[in-house]
């Protein structure tokens, strides 16, 4: 059974359009919760962690949330320079320091 | 003044070939990770090392074995390649206390 499980597999969108990606999650005890942007051919670039349930960050567009069972990536007005796949992440509490990670969204935002 | 960088950044070689491939951090964090990402974008801890001790080993076939010379370098050495390592490999590293885990630009293994 995945530990972590992200929706939709792929999303497009248009330029403007707001829409909400979702990280759904089943760990004993989480420690936390990570999102994390790829572009292709590139590495995942760090966005943002999340460490208990009704915590929220934001940076530019994007805004994360979190709940005990899961987490929404919501991206407002996004713009096309936003298209990249988006990977959510878990670490486990009273585990090593890895990270689970989900299969991602991949994410185009049309002009 | 790349944070996380890997070498190289393309490799092609045939089955039962051995290679390596490199990572070095100049972030001065203390634990730096081995994931593979297959052809589907899963990306997966394959190794840990912090400050060059081995602290997670995933099930990962004998034929992979990584190395830490110090703190800052962090390979991996790959025997007799098979069709099924084709991936990209991500090299990774985090501070002390976290677990914010930042991305070296990766390396494609093709096996032929």
Redesign the interface.
């Known amino acids: 059974e995945d530990q972590v499980t992200q929706s939709p597999e792929a999303l497009r969108l248009q330029e403007g359009e707001s829409s909400s990606l979702n990280c759904s999650y089943t760990v004993s005890g989480l420690?936390?919760l990570?999102w994390?942007r790829?572009d292709p051919?590139?590495?995942?670039?760090?966005l943002f962690?999340l460490y208990s349930a009704g915590e929220e960050k934001e940076k530019e567009r994007l805004k994360a949330t979190l709940t005990k069972k899961e987490s929404f990536l919501h991206i407002t007005a996004p713009k096309p320079e936003d298209s990249a796949?988006y990977?959510c992440a878990v670490?486990e509490q009273g585990g090593?320091?890895?990270?689970?990670?989900g299969?991602?969204t991949k994410l185009t935002v049309n002009p | 003044d790349t944070a996380v960088s890997q070498t190289p950044k393309y490799l092609v070689t045939q089955m039962g070939n051995d290679k390596s491939i490199k990572c070095e951090q100049n972030l001065g964090h203390d634990t730096m990770y081995w994931y593979k990402q297959d052809s589907k974008k899963f990306l997966k801890i394959m190794f840990s090392y912090n400050n060059k001790e081995l602290i997670i080993n995933e099930t990962v076939p004998n034929r992979f074995s990584p190395k830490s010379p110090d703190k800052a370098h962090l390979n991996l050495h790959i025997n007799s390649l098979e069709l099924g390592d084709s991936a990209v490999y991500f090299c990774a590293s985090t501070p002390r206390g976290s677990y914010e885990q930042y991305f070296g630009p990766g390396t494609r293994l093709t096996v032929t």
């Open positions: 420690r936390g990570f994390y790829q051919g590139k590495g995942p670039e760090f962690t796949t990977l670490a090593s320091e890895k990270l689970v990670f299969k991602g």
